[in-house]
């Protein structure tokens, strides 16, 4: 939406400079050239003033629906910009009620603006590092959307971060997502899993959303020979309460790898 209204609005204007200064035709393409580039600049200037004006320091107890709004058409806009088409399967199946817990493996850092690109309409905010609220534009938008840093070398501290999006599902504000290896997976292969964050499902009662995604590592490879590079998203299975009640995080933690592995592939599977 972003890049369409930026390119109609290039062309727009530079149509209207053309007749109204008698240029020539040929000043056409390089009208809008310019006009493309400092339209772009001021959407990035947007960009850089709305995350500037966010304070940190500032608890942030609701879901900001203008920075959330804001991040989706960035989002979009990203994505095409890296030349990224995404397939998708069994996302028909997302619960269109009520909250839920995301789990998906993690091979790059750009799965979290697929995951939120491919579930716009379910309100997520991430169990995520703390790291990654250091990130230029991205901290500041994490903050407003209500994601959660999680200290994965101090136990206590991640404790902390899992009862916070427990309150926060509980209070209906958000759903959650979590990358349950816990870090990105420097060799494709799903790593073993942390199950803490299934503690999240178990206080909470509520599905829990497996997805797999695939290719994201290939991306910023491809866009170097300014190739396209084709993401798959699948939603594997909506897991009810139900069929998890009484079992503890570690076996539902299995359950969890056993069923993203049917939908990878076996090859997948690591192996220390």
């Not at 909250?99 to 905010?125: E, W, Y």
Request: hydrophobic share 45%; proline share 4%.
């Amino acid at each position: 939406m972003l890049l369409k209204t930026i390119t109609g609005l290039s062309i727009l204007v530079s149509c209207v400079l053309l007749a109204c200064m008698g240029l020539s035709v040929w000043m056409l393409p390089l009208l809008f050239i310019g006009i493309y580039a400092a339209l772009f600049v001021l959407a990035v200037a947007f960009l850089w003033v709305i995350c500037a004006l966010v304070d940190f320091d500032k608890p942030q107890e609701e879901d900001s629906k203008f920075y959330r709004a804001v991040m989706h058409v960035y989002i979009e806009a990203l994505i095409q910009l890296v030349r990224v088409r995404l397939h998708t399967k069994g996302l028909e199946n997302t619960p269109k009620e009520g909250r839920f817990l995301l789990v998906c493996n993690h091979l790059f850092v750009a799965d979290p603006g697929i995951v939120l690109h491919c579930f716009r309409k379910s309100q997520l905010a991430f169990l995520t590092k703390k790291e990654n609220y250091k990130l230029p534009f991205i901290g500041a938008f994490m903050h407003k959307i209500l994601c959660q840093p999680i200290d994965r070398e101090n136990d206590r501290q991640a404790l902390k971060s899992i009862i916070k999006c427990i309150q926060l599902i509980k209070e209906d504000k958000v759903s959650v997502c979590a990358f349950p290896e816990g870090y990105t997976s420097k060799d494709g292969k799903l790593h073993p899993f942390r199950p803490g964050v299934f503690k999240i499902a178990q206080k909470t009662n509520v599905p829990i959303v497996v997805c797999t995604i695939q290719n994201t590592r290939q991306i910023f490879k491809n866009l170097k020979h300014f190739g396209h590079t084709d993401v798959e998203l699948h939603l594997v299975e909506v897991i009810q309460p139900g069929s998890y009640a009484g079992m503890n995080t570690v076996a539902l933690s299995d359950m969890v790898y056993e069923k993203m592995i049917a939908d990878l592939g076996e090859e997948y599977r690591y192996c220390e």
